[in-house]
């Protein structure tokens, strides 16, 4: 028993580690304009890199007022003219200067998006992305807002923001980082942003999931039967000895004999 629990602590320290990887747009998803734009459209940004153990999400605001898109597009179809480089991930919000949008990095296990995965940012494999906003060097209540969570969702390190950096645009590098499972970018505008060259350490995937029905320790009803066991094992094994003379009885009673205070022995004070 004691041996099932080790491993269990194992799997869930572990996990499965994943090659690190850059995610640049370039491949996996075809460039355009956003959605309502003449052809070609952009594909939406979702579940393309999941062979890297990343999956992108939007959320919408609740009420129908405004949806935040994620779409993969190139500064050749006029969407961010200014950004230099090939295609990149655009946030849009429809209608524009709806309510604020946010896009969700998460990390996965490759290949499996219902099983929880986490990286570390580090000296030697930091945690970085690019982002772009119009809005981001003048006032942090309308620009790119930024969370790292861990996988039990509780916040990981400051709240960023695009405009503390007092520029448009900005690459964001992070060494200190530990358990991150997802990054949470808020567009507080509401009126779009640019996200690109998401570069991430080695992938860990969460095993909690799956060995969530192994019983590695018993539970406390269990132990309470076993403690209560004992002592009436003890207070039978002197009848077995003073019982017939059988090879078995006489076994029995040098076992006692030798070692006449296991029978005494208990795990619980009450005993």
Known sequence: MKFGAAIVFALILTGSPVSAAVITFETGVAPGYGPGGPAPLGEIVANQYLSSGVVFTTSTDGGGLADLVAFASNSS?????????????????????????????????????SVQGWVNGSAANPLSF????????????????????????QQIGPTGNLANSGLMAN????????????????????????????????VYS?????????????????????????????RVSPRRRAGSGTMAGHLAGRRLRRFPRRRRLCFWAAC
């Open 206 to 234: 969460d095993q909690l999931a799956a060995i969530s029905s192994v019983e590695a320790v018993p539970e406390p009803g269990t132990l309470g039967l076993l403690g209560a066991g004992w002592p009436a094992r003890g």
């Open 77 to 113: 179809y006029g969407i961010n003219p200014g950004y230099l480089g090939g295609n990149f991930l655009t946030a849009t919000t429809i209608p524009a200067w709806g309510s604020p949008g946010t896009v969700t990095v998460q990390f996965v296990q490759p290949g499996n998006a």
């Open 171 to 202: 690459t964001f590098s992070f060494i200190d980082l530990t358990g991150v499972n997802r990054i949470v970018f808020t567009d507080m505008g509401p009126d779009g942003f640019v996200l690109d060259t998401l570069s991430f350490g080695t």
């Open 130 to 153: 690019y982002v772009r906003d119009d809005n981001g060097a003048s006032n942090p209540a309308i620009s790119v807002q930024f969370i790292f969570y861990d996988v039990y969702g």
